[in-house]
């Protein structure tokens, strides 16, 4: 039988998977501008009066594809006749091309379900999907220069390929389970995702509050633009692809440093100065009116500062056991990038809308982004510090908890331990024993816990046996069977061992001295405490203690 092997081009190497990726990358290219192409010509269909036929659909839709990958078009139809710039790319569009091209390298590092098929190297699968992504748009271009929205050449040489190699390499990063260089990266890279997400978070909301507020105004901008139900639904289209460009907007306005409205207005949280070059349109219907501000703009500032708590609460987490300083340098990188993401954002969410006083429309990226620097260095940095010292204390109860030492062989063989109430007792007449003017406070201090043993003997034993104190030492003439005796009568047994040892019985007194060498030990070991009140009371008698209700009391005795 003839074994035959298969060529290594036939199962796939490396060349095969590089070339797999570059077609994975024209792919997802294709699929973001079909499903563009497709609202663009159902919007057109359902138009009244349609002023183009498909191929001008078409035209607009490669445009606002272009549009989405942040390339500004040029309108030649302009009232004015001259070329007219359009810059603000609506960022709810580019979520998709991004989104595809991260799914895209981060499947092609995939190695399937066998764990067989090749896979490229990750900087090859970086350069072969954003290659075959880049492939589809510089068709694209070509394919607008003969419509009515031509794309910027610069714009499209420098932003397009930025953002698919930036989502490339995003995808390969997650492919590869994020690696980072450290734990201080790590912890500053999510408290700077936390904080820019508070940051859209709030901006959003304060947008959404002054539409809210101008709802009327915003309701006569769209009746104003489109008379027709299908205008009306386009116009909330794009109001709709905007949302994240207003949530942008809301942001920068809360930082301090606010949007231009035109090359001669500036909107800030202090009022509205200049004269603002506003075209219609229902989300600019929000914007603040001219004038100074009041309480009402001015909390727009809680916006920050709640981003800035937030990242530097996840930063004091991640540092309770970091040095002050290596806590202060990662609160420092987390203020930096967060200020670098909100510089990106900025930058997206603005641009011109024309020429002259419409050429600066929207938030100037270098000043949102050092003032969310400045706000996560001046209040996320001390809220980090004190949420790291704050995890570093150490409870009352921990410091207030009594110390136990164990227990140490005195010299004389018997063993001494240290309680809670007081020093370790030491036997009698050694030279640990306290005496001189210490003695009456050693005895002070020993007091509680012989009252507590004095009260337990009262109490019946653990296995419910009724069973009263068995008798102290008798006067030094007491005999061992005297002992033996008292013990059977306390216990119930005649016998004249000791039931919880081997050896023979002993006097009282002798018994002590032996096995615990202290005069408050309990000769019997049923004393938790260690320490018997009545050991040196000559005159205890074991019927001063009268049987409790819930102990039998002893039986009658005989008549003769």
Not at 392 to 399: A, D, F, I, Q, T
């Amino acid at each position: 039988m003839t074994h035959v092997t298969e060529h290594p081009l036939v199962q796939g190497g490396r060349s095969a998977a590089l070339a797999t990726a570059c077609v994975r990358g024209g792919v997802a290219a294709g699929l973001g501008l079909g499903a563009l192409a497709v609202l663009v010509i159902a919007a057109w269909i359902s138009s009244p009066y349609p002023d183009s036929g498909p191929v001008g659909a078409l035209h607009v839709a490669a445009g606002l594809w272009l549009l989405a990958h942040g390339v500004d078009l040029v309108r030649t139809d302009a009232l004015s006749g001259l070329p007219a710039p359009l810059g603000i790319a609506p960022l709810l569009l580019a979520a998709l091309p991004v989104w595809l091209v991260h799914r895209t390298a981060r499947d092609t590092l995939d190695p399937g379900a066998g764990g067989t098929r090749p896979r490229p190297s990750p900087g090859g699968a970086v350069a072969a999907v954003a290659g075959g992504y880049l492939l589809v748009a510089a068709a694209v271009v070509v394919y607008s220069e003969s419509g009515p929205l031509p794309a910027d050449l610069v714009t499209a040489g420098l932003w397009l390929p930025a953002l698919v190699t930036g989502a490339a390499g995003a995808g390969v990063w997650t492919a590869l389970d994020r690696p980072l260089p450290g734990r201080r990266q790590a912890a500053a890279l999510r408290a700077a995702g936390l904080g820019t997400l508070a940051l859209l978070g709030g901006g959003a909301v304060v947008a959404a509050g002054s539409l809210a507020w101008h709802a009327g105004r915003a309701q006569a901008s769209l009746e104003g633009l489109a008379g027709e139900w299908s205008g009306r639904v386009t116009v909330l289209l794009l109001v709709l692809a905007l949302l994240p460009n207003a949530a942008v907007w809301g942001a920068a306005y809360g930082l301090g440093p606010g949007f231009a409205l035109g090359t001669g207005a500036l909107a800030t949280p202090l009022g509205l100065v200049g004269d603002p070059a506003v075209p219609p349109f229902p989300l600019l219907a929000a914007l603040p009116a001219e004038g100074r501000g009041t309480w009402v703009h001015w909390a727009a500032a809680t916006v920050p500062l709640a981003a800035a708590v937030v990242q530097g609460h996840h930063v004091g987490r991640a540092a309770r056991t970091w040095a002050a300083g290596e806590a202060a340098l990662t609160a420092l990188g987390t203020a930096g990038g967060c200020g670098a993401a909100v510089a990106v954002l900025a930058a997206a969410a603005g641009g011109p809308l024309g020429t002259g006083r419409l050429s600066a429309f929207g938030p100037v990226w270098w000043q949102a982004g050092a003032a969310a620097v400045l706000w996560g260095a001046g209040a996320g940095m001390p809220v980090a510090l004190g949420v790291r010292a704050w995890g570093r204390r150490v409870p009352r109860s921990e410091k207030l908890r009594p110390w136990t030492a164990p227990a140490v062989p005195a010299p004389g063989g018997a063993p001494t331990a240290a309680t809670a109430d007081g020093p370790a007792e030491a036997p009698s007449g050694s030279p640990a024993s306290p005496s001189g003017p210490m003695a009456p406070l050693s005895r002070l201090k020993a007091a509680p816990s012989r009252l507590v043993a004095a009260l337990s003997g009262l109490l019946p034993t653990p296995s419910g046996a009724a069973e009263a104190r068995p008798a102290a030492a008798a006067p030094e003439a007491t005999t061992a069977a005297e002992t033996a005796t008292d013990r059977g009568a306390g216990t119930g047994t005649g016998t004249g061992a000791d039931p919880r040892s081997d050896a023979p019985a002993a006097p009282h007194a002798a018994r002590t001295a032996d096995r615990y060498a202290s005069p408050y030990a309990d000769p019997f070991g049923d004393d938790p405490f260690g320490d018997d009140p009545f050991g040196d009371d000559p005159g205890y008698e074991p019927y001063d203690c009268l049987p409790a209700a819930w102990e039998p009391s002893p039986p009658p005795p005989a008549a003769d």
